[in-house]
Structures are given as structure tokens and as C-alpha cells.
T-cell receptor, first 115, second 112 residues
Framework: GAVVSQHPSRVICKSGTSVKIECRSL??????MFWYRQFPKQSLMLMAT?????????EQGVEKDKFLINHASLTLSTLTVTSAHPEDSSFYIC???????????FGPGTRLTVT | DQQVKQNSPSLSVQEGRISILNCDYT??????FLWYKKYPAEGPTFLIS?????DKNEDGRFTVFLNKSAKHLSLHIVPSQPGDSAVYFC???????????FGQGTELSVKP
């Protein structure tokens, strides 16, 4: 299957700082990338959808000024958590969708801990 | 409003037997359904999918059945192996742009 990478896999930051998470599709061009977060023992909650070269579409209840998404190329999307708070601590997962494809391929996830 | 539901949070099966994971949905506009397998602290791995115009799709040990009238799909794994132990998510594709709606997940444990 297609390969999607995320970096970093794990990050610890202090309250008030910003953290950037990268998502890359390694062997295909991703016209659309998705960002999810998952709390322990819960489902994946879609945060936003990003299309290359356009603004991200955020799900209801997700603050677009706090979770900045940039999809600058067909192989890279970034999620920046700005002014992080301890309640932002979570597992963040991206996925990528190729042109004309139905299956989303997921990255390995990033564990964010805000102290 | 949970549009995709997996009502069994966990399932335990003996090795070699069949595992049946169930999923219900409420939105008849969903056009594509997928099953993902997930280990802790990892991203989900795509397993198998089915279009809403079909009622069955088989891939090796994995078969997905879709009952549109009942708005129900199931994943059958046979024979089950200890390596199948993981959390399984069903997802439905709806709306523009390929957005997926996930169920809550079912944790499968296959005992040797």
C-alpha cells in the first residue's frame, strides 16, 4: 500500500509554545490530506481537510487559528498547534488521499504531550 | 450524533475460529465503506473496503459484507490468528472530498 510518514513521532513541549507536525506522502501525490486526533480508547476525530494549494476546511468545534494547516505541495501537509495547552495533548494522525482514490492511507501518528 | 457505530467495544475469539466485527450506520448517502486495523500508538492500516453498490468483498482471510437495507456491515476474519489482535475501525465515506466518518472501534483479541 501507499506510504505516509509523519514527523516527529513524539514531541513534548511547554505550554504556550507552538509545535509543527509534518505529514508526507512518500510514493504518491496526495491531492487531499486529513488531520485527525485520537484520545485514549476513543475513535479518530477528523479535525480538518486540506487540499493542495487551498485553505483547509475545519470541522465544527476545531479552532482554525489554533490548529494551522498548510498543504503547500502534493506530498506535504503540516499541522501547527499554536500556543499549546495541556489539553492539546493527544495523538495526532494524518492521512492522504490520492487523486481518484477511495482509500485513505494513514501516517504512523504523532504523540504530543504539553507540559 | 454518531453516524457510524460499532457497538461492541471488544471481542475475544479463539485462534482458528471466525471473528465477526459489526458496524452500523445511519446515513444512506454513504457510498463507500472501509475497515482499518490499528495498533496502539500507530496509525490505522487499511484492510478492505466495499462500495455501496456491492454486498460482498473478499480478500484472503478478510471478507466484508454490506446489508444496505439494514445499514449494517460486518468484517469476517477466518481463520483468526493471534496477529489479528488489534483495534478494528469501520469507516464510511460521505460528502465531498472523501471525508471518512469512523466508528468507535472494536478491540479484537485472538487467543492461542
Amino acid at each position: 500500500g501507499a506510504v505516509v510518514s509523519q514527523h516527529p513521532s513524539r514531541v513534548i513541549c511547554k505550554s504556550g509554545t507552538s509545535v509543527k507536525i509534518e505529514c508526507r506522502s512518500l510514493d504518491f501525490q496526495a491531492t487531499t490530506m486529513f488531520w485527525y486526533r485520537q484520545f485514549p480508547k476513543q475513535s479518530l476525530m477528523l479535525m480538518a481537510t486540506s487540499n493542495e494549494g487551498s485553505k483547509a476546511t475545519y470541522e465544527q468545534g476545531v479552532e482554525k487559528d489554533k490548529f494551522l494547516i498548510n498543504h503547500a505541495s502534493l506530498t506535504l501537509s503540516t499541522l501547527t498547534v499554536t500556543s499549546a495547552h495541556p489539553e492539546d495533548s493527544s495523538f495526532y494522525i494524518c492521512s492522504a488521499l490520492g487523486r481518484g482514490s477511495y482509500e485513505q492511507y494513514f501516517g504512523p501518528g504523532t504523540r504530543l504531550t504539553v507540559t | 450524533d454518531q453516524q457510524v457505530k460499532q457497538n461492541s467495544p471488544s471481542l475475544s475469539v479463539q485462534e482458528g475460529r471466525i471473528s465477526i466485527l459489526n458496524c452500523d450506520y445511519t446515513n444512506s448517502m454513504f457510498d463507500y465503506f472501509l475497515w482499518y486495523k490499528k495498533y496502539p500508538a500507530e496509525g490505522p492500516t487499511f484492510l478492505i473496503s466495499i462500495s455501496s453498490i456491492k454486498d460482498k468483498n473478499e480478500d484472503g482471510r478478510f471478507t466484508v459484507f454490506l446489508n444496505k437495507s439494514a445499514k449494517h456491515l460486518s468484517l469476517h476474519i477466518v481463520p483468526s490468528q493471534p496477529g489479528d489482535s488489534a483495534v478494528y475501525f469501520c469507516a464510511a465515506r460521505g460528502g465531498a472530498g472523501g471525508k471518512l466518518i469512523f466508528g468507535q472501534g472494536t478491540e479484537l483479541s485472538v487467543k492461542p
